[in-house]
């Protein structure tokens, strides 16, 4: 199994299109980085504009304000609804991309059985997947650290804004990284199983990104009626659970609670209903290509 | 001489359309099988289910005396194959491919053995190109070098010379040829080219619908020494109408492509030359054509593609 998975890994980083995606990645953090550090205080200004009727900001409270792990935050919320789209490119890719190639019939006559084909493809789009936050992580978190250098970081909420002590931040992006692994395992696992079906990989990237817009309209709405009957069962109702990892109690003065999380079950029941997406998602690509005859 | 592969009563159902139906045969070890039939006849989703890749609606395979569907692994990991088109990863090299379908058979080889294969094939001097640099017959011999990557007992070529101009069918068919008297491989070629398995072939099955026409050694299934002449005269026309009404009438076989067909033994071909030169027949071109192509026609579909030939 591991010298399939050295292959496939083989076959993907060898392909141009792979980098794609981090050349993205890279481009987008950049871009926000320079805009933010050039013009960093108009950002800030707008940010809190919706504050200002009751609260008092002084320049000194901007400048800490802006800091490598806001930038972070900033780039995670902007980037983590398009890397999808980057993650499908490679998930979708994986069956039907072989079988447009015509190589997927000649590997289904090497002594291979179709799980472990499946495992191993699989393993490898969650690899690729890891490997875009790692170097999201290290670009938009550590080169955001270094340019901006680090400081407690201000989290805006509707209810008004609260302040996490610096020593106290750096544990929660390791936390939001790996809950983002397994929400965009999430997509990547249904642009797995649509590639299964489909002779050609634009089918199943393009299938998956509909999905997602559709399913993240629907989880967005504020129809009543949808909030108990839909949205529940959406998976992108909590892809974005990430986020709870920076809200934090406060105690009766209104203080935050260093190394607290606000609701932790409610973040913990989103990651397991994105964990089982998963294994339905896997499983059912299994299933499928087990009984597939292969006519490509 | 012991069994390779053995198929028995083999089905198989697209919905409604049988696309094999009822399909049983035989292939000895050592031999050069000919799997014949039009477009369209079963041969692609017979090699397909010999391979694993679709299942069977009923019958038995068996392969190496073990059953496919019980023994799969086992059993692929003796056979080599090339379905229709030798599809590769066109964004690796020739080398790379071939590591990668070496390392997907289950065995470690060699930098060197790689390099040995490609020589085998003719292409050591583009081991390190990218696959899409190469021409089609390039593909199709690389194609056949990762399908003796692993050393199979067994090598099934689904129509190996697709797509090929003539030096690149020579080349494929003296490859094969090589592997079966040399290195003692038992080949399993699916073709609709019946004079390409006519001449590497010792058996041969011809199926149509699905279902087995005939099967045989070639030298059995039909006469080697009758032969079709395709005769070209300046005037075809008032010479067909010529040598019907005269002593080689009963030779007259037809006429196609603006070529006049006499079906004669081989003995009879001199005299034949003969008679023409004497009745003062203006003969462009005079040549042999194996009377298999016929007879492959007349097994598969019957009077009627006989008649359209005859026209």
Redesign the interface.
């Known amino acids: 199994m591991w010298k399939l998975l050295k292959i496939e890994l083989f076959k993907i980083f060898k392909r141009p299109r792979t980098y794609i995606a981090f050349g993205a990645i890279a481009a987008i953090v950049f871009l926000i980085q320079i805009a933010l550090k050039y013009d960093g205080k108009s950002y800030i200004d707008l940010l809190l504009s919706n504050l200002s009727g009751s609260f008092e900001f002084n320049d000194d409270f901007k400048d800490k304000l802006l800091n490598g792990y806001l930038i972070c935050f900033v780039i995670l919320n902007t980037l983590l609804i398009q890397m999808p789209l980057l993650i499908a490119l490679i998930s979708g890719d994986a069956i039907a991309g072989e079988a447009n190639m015509g190589t997927l019939r000649l590997a289904m006559t090497k002594p291979i059985s179709r799980t472990e084909y499946m495992l191993v493809k699989f393993t490898a789009s969650f690899i690729y997947t890891l490997a875009l936050l790692v170097v999201m992580a290290l670009l938009a978190l550590f080169g955001s650290m270094l340019i901006f250098g680090t400081n407690d970081m201000v989290v805006l909420r509707s209810e008004g804004i609260e302040q996490i002590k610096n020593f106290d931040v750096l544990w929660r992006y390791f936390a939001a990284f790996g809950y983002a692994a397994v929400a965009l395992t999430t997509v990547s696992a249904l642009a797995f199983l649509l590639s299964v079906f489909a002779e050609n990989s634009i089918g199943p990237i393009i299938a998956t990104m509909s999905i997602v817009i559709v399913f993240t309209i629907l989880s967005e709405m504020n129809i009543p009626i949808y909030d108990e009957t839909i949205k529940p069962y959406l998976f992108t109702s909590h892809m974005v659970a990430w986020k709870g990892f920076f809200y934090v109690k406060a105690n009766a003065e209104g203080t935050t609670i260093n190394g607290s999380i606000e609701n932790l079950p409610a973040v913990l029941r989103s990651l397991g209903i994105l964990i089982v997406y998963i294994f339905v998602f896997l499983g059912a690509a299994i299933w499928v290509f087990r009984k597939k005859d292969i006519l490509t | 001489m012991s069994t390779i592969v053995s198929v028995k009563n083999l089905y198989k159902n697209f919905k409604e359309i049988k696309a094999v139906n009822d399909l049983s045969f035989s292939v000895e070890q050592g031999q050069i099988y000919g799997f014949l039939g039009q477009n369209g006849a079963g041969k692609s989703t017979t090699i ?1 289910m010999l ?5 069977p609606t009923s019958g038995v395979i068996e392969i190496f005396g073990l059953n496919l569907q019980k023994h ?3 059993v ?2 003796q ?1 080599g ?5 030798p ?6 090299t020739a080398l ?1 491919n071939l590591r ?2 070496a ?4 065995v470690k080889v060699s930098e060197k053995k790689l390099l040995d294969q490609l020589a085998m094939v003719g292409l050591a001097e583009r081991a390190h190109s990218k696959v899409k640099t190469y021409s089609q017959g390039m593909k199709q011999r690389l194609g056949i070098a ?1 399908a003796l990557v692993h050393d199979p007992q067994l090598v099934i070529l689904d129509e190996p010379t697709n797509g090929l101009d003539p030096q690149g069918i020579a080349d494929v068919r003296n490859l094969i040829l090589q592997l079966s008297k040399e290195m003692n491989k038992t080949l399993l070629i699916s073709s609709h080219l019946l004079s390409e398995v006519e001449l590497i072939a010792d058996s041969m099955i011809i199926i149509d619908k699905g279902e087995k026409i005939v099967e045989g050694k070639v030298n059995d299934l039909f006469d080697p020494a009758e032969t079709i002449i395709e005769l070209k005269t300046i005037d075809d026309e008032s010479m067909y109408e010529k040598l019907k009404q005269s002593s080689l009438e009963s030779f007259v076989h037809g006429k196609r492509n603006d070529c006049i067909l006499l079906k004669l033994h081989r003995q009879q071909v001199p005299d034949a030359i003969k008679q023409l030169v004497n009745m003062d027949v203006p003969i462009l071109s005079f040549h042999s054509k194996h009377s298999l192509e016929d007879y492959f026609l007349s097994l598969t579909t019957g009077s009627q593609h006989v008649e359209a030939l005859k026209n």
Do not use: N
Request: net charge positive; no cysteine.
């Open positions: 397909r391979l694993t890749l679709i299942k799969r692994k086992e692929l990991r056979i194959a090339i379905i229709e088109r599809d590769l990863y066109k964004y690796l790379e990668i379908f390392a997907m058979s289950g990762t």
